[in-house]
């Protein structure tokens, strides 16, 4: 009987991506320059594809790439903390003609998920484009890269990229169980000592890190301790009882990369501190995760009339100003959860068996 060797583990997670939506490319068949790691042409197509009717130019495109790749990787944290903002909160584009309106620009399409408000001026990133969002269906063009060899500090080949729009926003790396001298903590290692050593220009805009023996699977942050790296145990998040081995595999594959609960949590479960002593970068659980959205799908539904998108303008503005203000205090109970000493184990939400059917600890 033949071994299950990283090779075959690295097949079998591909064709579980492909039955998700994620077209497979090898690495050899991705037209780039050795050091680069963007795709830069799927970006550019995603940008004039989405923003075809705003009359978007090549010039300004230009200008958002520009962007993204002048971010230093040497400055790891901060160039990741920016990139993952960008990511999730989109930016404003001066535009080449300064007569024609700023034009805000989302790197992913995030269709069906809840709309949001034209952001404030400081909110967002505003980017100048050298001078000369109505949604209709999921417009984003995704590939699952395997086998990429990146040039830097040295070459590196890591298993599996999943890139978005050209972003390679999450990347996996399998270790065999047959080989004892191999462990998923020494997949921990290469992602986030090596990987971020040697070719810190794919990690700068890394959201997830995927460890896998095929037994044992764990999502967490380039930056998080492996303790904190977690198996995503639920599907649907309606499930009595969460999974676990290989069945925690097909779990986190068919729950979190669901294309859709992928854009969600790349877009509101990611959070950095504005101010912190230590490089902290927390990612949700998966009961985290099911919590949070099923009390926000609630509070729509309950909402009284009136404060839905369909009453006034002053309504919606109030409704949508609400919602950005829940999700960024969900971000910070979020990080206080995991790391605030004041929280005691036995509430702490990073525990694996915390439910999934949350109820507040607080009075009052």
Wanted: net charge neutral.
């Amino acid at each position: 009987m033949s071994k299950f060797t990283e090779e075959k583990l690295e097949r079998a997670i591909i064709a579980l991506l492909e039955e998700q939506g994620y077209p497979h490319h090898k690495g050899e068949s991705i037209a780039r320059q050795p050091s680069e790691v963007l795709i830069r042409t799927d970006l550019q197509t995603f940008l004039a594809r989405q923003y075809a009717h705003d009359g978007i130019t090549t010039v300004e495109i230009a200008a958002i790439i520009r962007r993204l790749e002048m971010l230093n990787p040497a400055d790891l944290y901060d160039s990741n903390k920016t990139i993952c903002k960008l990511v999730a909160d989109g930016l404003l584009l001066k535009r080449e003609d300064r007569s024609q309106k700023d034009l805000y620009i989302q790197l992913i399409d995030y269709t069906e998920l809840p709309q949001q408000r034209w952001p404030r001026d400081g909110e967002v990133e505003t980017i100048l484009a050298e001078e000369a969002a109505v949604y209709a269906s999921d417009a984003n063009i995704y590939r699952v890269v395997n086998q990429l060899e990146i040039e830097g500090r040295e070459k590196r080949i890591p298993d599996t990229i999943l890139y978005i729009n050209g972003l390679p926003l999450v990347v996996f790396e399998f270790k065999s169980t047959v080989r004892e001298e191999a462990t998923i903590h020494d997949a921990y290692q290469q992602l986030t000592t090596r990987y971020a050593r040697d070719i810190p220009e794919l990690m700068k805009y890394n959201g997830l890190c995927v460890l896998s023996d095929g037994v044992n699977s764990k999502v967490g942050s380039l930056f998080a301790p492996y303790e904190l790296f977690y198996t995503w145990r639920k599907v649907t998040g309606n499930e009595v009882i969460g999974q676990d081995g290989i069945n925690g595999l097909h779990t986190m594959i068919q729950g979190l990369f669901d294309k859709k609960r992928l854009r969600e949590v790349l877009r509101h479960f990611i959070y950095f501190p504005d101010v912190s002593k230590q490089e902290v970068k927390v990612v949700c659980r998966y009961p985290q995760y099911y919590a949070a959205t099923k009390l926000y799908q609630n509070i729509k539904e309950h909402r009284k009339p009136g404060g839905d998108y369909q009453g006034t303008p002053q309504t919606r503005g109030r409704w949508q100003g609400r919602h950005l203000l829940w999700r960024d205090r969900q971000r910070q109970e979020l990080y206080h959860a995991l790391f605030d000493p004041a929280v005691d184990e036995e509430r702490r939400v990073c525990q694996p068996d915390y439910c999934a059917d949350y109820r507040p600890h607080r009075s009052g």
